[in-house]
């Protein structure tokens, strides 16, 4: 009996070091900070992570618990301190614009996460979905106010331009200045792991936002969203849920780019947006219109790249020349000239690399490359973060200039754990 207990205590104590070891390995470039029930928050490197497992409800509950001071700072410095003072907006003007018409068209899950994320913090339910929604607030204060409309720049490359063929991606977010000034304290890696059948989801985001600018699945699906207002017009519908929440949801359910494409052509986008779907071994870029969605090829089998235009002759709009939507032009035919200067040597530090290229030079004039790392005085757009991902690998790369070097997320890892 003596024996018996000696030998399953060992046991015990070895299976212990054996989960220990792998959870380190798993984040091992993150330390753990907080727990709520199955919620984890991991500080690595200047960026949180907050790994969220269960029903919706709960992952809500497990967010705003985790979370609850950077939320309530994030809603401060966004809605009251940028955009509620910007003297555009009234709070009954928001509630019209933003609030209502998402509380009336999202699906389930993001009404169950928002209400779990209300019960920790404190804020109504109507305040995170206006924070959630954070992003189409900006978008009519633009509208209203003239500010630039459109940014953000992306790229692919697989095939016979990386190292191994599979697929790389490149990512800078050109946003408002304030957005890097809040990912400063509120940026976020999110993982959701719902136990409804769902795909588990990581993305980079905002404390207490619930969609994402950049996200991958665990079926190595990645997806990013760039601006294009300035090829349709900056339109936004009422009465269709919202693309950023749909463009979530999607990675929840799709495990293919085919399922992708299927899930835009059937929804009706309420803003222009350009998907950029990339998975292990191919990306496409879907434009997608609130009349139409068209899905763009590579012209050149291995390479595609994007900014802020459609590209796809069939809709016959004629795509603006610089200055217009933003140096659009510029942006992409740089990205993707820095790329095919590096042909059969792209993976993830040749990305790195070519990000550090500066979009404009110290005396103003353009570049070689796309990423405004240094503010400008003449213009308030900012490059955000930046994001590099292996979709088959299931890893991602995350910057946020000025503030953090790249960080990895080995997501597999986080998925399985």
Not at 277 to 296: L, S
């Amino acid at each position: 009996m003596r024996i018996k207990t000696t030998a399953a205590l060992a046991l015990a104590i070895a299976l212990m070091i054996f989960f220990s070891a792998c959870s380190a390995d798993a984040y091992e470039h993150c330390r753990r900070i907080k727990e709520y029930g199955k919620g984890r928050l991991y500080e690595c490197g200047g960026l949180k992570m907050a790994v969220l497992e269960g029903n919706y409800r709960e992952m809500g509950r497990q967010y705003g618990a985790l979370l609850k001071d950077d939320i309530l700072a994030f809603y401060r410095q966004m809605i009251e301190g940028f955009v509620l003072k910007s003297g555009l907006f009234s709070e009954d003007d928001l509630r019209r614009l933003v609030v209502d018409p998402a509380i009336r068209t999202q699906a389930k899950r993001q009404s169950e996460l928002l209400k779990g994320l209300s019960e920790k913090t404190g804020l109504s339910f109507e305040k995170h979905v206006l924070l959630n929604s954070n992003v189409q607030a900006i978008m009519y204060l633009r509208k209203i106010g003239s500010g630039n409309a459109t940014a953000c720049t992306s790229m692919a490359a697989w095939g016979d331009y990386t190292v191994n063929g599979r697929t790389y991606t490149a990512r800078n977010l050109d946003f408002p200045a304030i957005y890097r000034e809040v990912a400063k304290t509120a940026g976020l890696v999110l993982v959701m792991k719902p136990n409804d059948g769902s795909n588990s989801v990581a993305g980079v985001c905002n404390a207490g936002m619930i969609n994402f600018f950049d996200a991958m699945n665990d079926k190595g699906l990645y997806v990013e969203g760039n601006n294009a207002a300035d090829s349709e017009g900056l339109v936004i519908y009422s009465d269709r849920s919202a693309i950023f929440d749909e463009g979530t949801n999607i990675l929840f359910d799709a495990d293919t780019i085919e399922a992708v494409e299927g899930r835009l052509r059937t929804i009706r986008a309420s803003y222009p947006l350009i998907f950029l779907c990339a998975g292990p071994a191919t990306a496409h870029y879907f434009e997608n219109g609130t009349t139409d969605v068209k899905k763009r090829v590579a012209r050149e089998d291995g390479l595609i790249s994007a900014a802020n235009q459609f590209l796809e002759p069939s809709w016959h709009i004629l795509p603006l020349k610089n200055p217009g939507a933003w140096y659009s032009e510029a942006r992409q035919s740089r990205l993707e000239a820095l790329a095919k200067a590096n042909k059969g040597r792209i993976q993830e530090e040749t990305l790195m690399k070519i990000l550090d290229e500066r979009l404009f030079n110290e005396d103003g004039s353009l570049g070689k490359g796309v990423s405004v790392i240094e503010k400008l005085p003449k213009d308030d757009e900012v490059t955000v973060h930046q994001v590099i991902t292996c979709p088959a690998a299931r890893k991602m790369w995350v910057r946020i200039p000025t503030h953090t070097g790249w960080i990895f997320f080995d997501l597999k890892k986080v998925f399985q754990n």
